[in-house]
């Protein structure tokens, strides 16, 4: 049933954009013909698959970053009030901070290669994850634990059976907002400051005045995360 209104969604999506193209100039908002037409250009010369793959090289590493962090962070906080009193700061200054200022940082530390944009990416978004993994260690049922002690089942399965499964939504949940995040954030750093990936793509048309193009690679790079 969640199947139909999904379809019903991206169909009205893609006619909104046909009505939009109609009213704006193809320089403001260019229809998906053009579009469509400009991605498999791009497939065809072979651009499409190298600078994809760089950028999802990057926020696959920068996610593993990001999640690893988050997960320590997020079950330092939640399980010791002495860890949450000392990392609250941080992951406060970390949500705050933008994106782009970790990007500049450290692409000015250490120079134009895919680790500055796998940090940048790692440390930006790891607070979001940090805060959910807190919030999901909080709201455990402690009572379930409890009477689990009291039949003395092991540890082992008391983590496998009755803490695991409690935190997996929030473990998934985190997981797909960063994975949206690292993505945003990855564009960011290959706009300003790399020469590969779909951020850069996109200034390189941006430059060249090319609507259609910058569309086309954003879109090329949301199918791809979608299929994700």
């Known amino acids: 049933m969640s199947t139909i209104p999904r379809i019903l969604s991206i169909v009205a999506l893609a006619v909104l954009w046909l009505i939009l193209s109609t009213l704006f100039r193809p320089t403001i908002v260019p229809g998906p013909v053009p579009v469509v037409k400009a991605m498999l250009q791009n497939i065809q010369s072979g651009q499409a698959f190298y600078h994809i793959y760089k950028t999802l090289l990057r926020v696959v590493f920068g996610l593993i970053l990001t999640m690893t962090l988050g997960l320590a962070a997020g079950t330092i ?19 705050t901070v933008p994106a782009i200022v970790y990007s500049i ?83 960011t750093v290959e706009l300003i400051g790399m020469s590969s990936g779909v951020g850069y793509m996109m200034n390189y048309w941006f430059g060249l005045f090319s609507m259609t193009q910058v569309f086309a690679w954003t879109l090329s790079f949301l199918l791809v995360m979608f299929a994700i």
């Not at 906080?77 to 949500?95: I, N, P, Q, S």
């Not at 940048?120 to 009572?143: E, N, R, Y």
């Not at 092991?154 to 473990?171: C, E, G, N, S, Y």
């Open 105 to 187: 940082i450290c692409l000015l530390w250490f120079g134009l290669n895919d680790r500055v944009a796998i940090l940048a990416i790692g440390i930006s978004a790891f607070p979001t994850v940090a805060i959910s993994m807190w919030q999901g260690i909080k709201g455990i049922d402690v009572s379930l634990v409890n009477m689990a002690n009291a039949f003395q089942v092991p540890k082992p399965a008391i983590v496998r059976k009755i803490i695991f499964p409690q935190l997996v939504p929030h473990l998934l949940g985190a997981m797909r907002y960063a994975l949206g995040i690292c993505w945003k954030i990855c564009t």
């Open 77 to 95: 906080m939640g399980l010791y009030r002495k860890g949450e009193a000392f990392l609250d700061a941080w992951v406060t200054v970390g949500l």
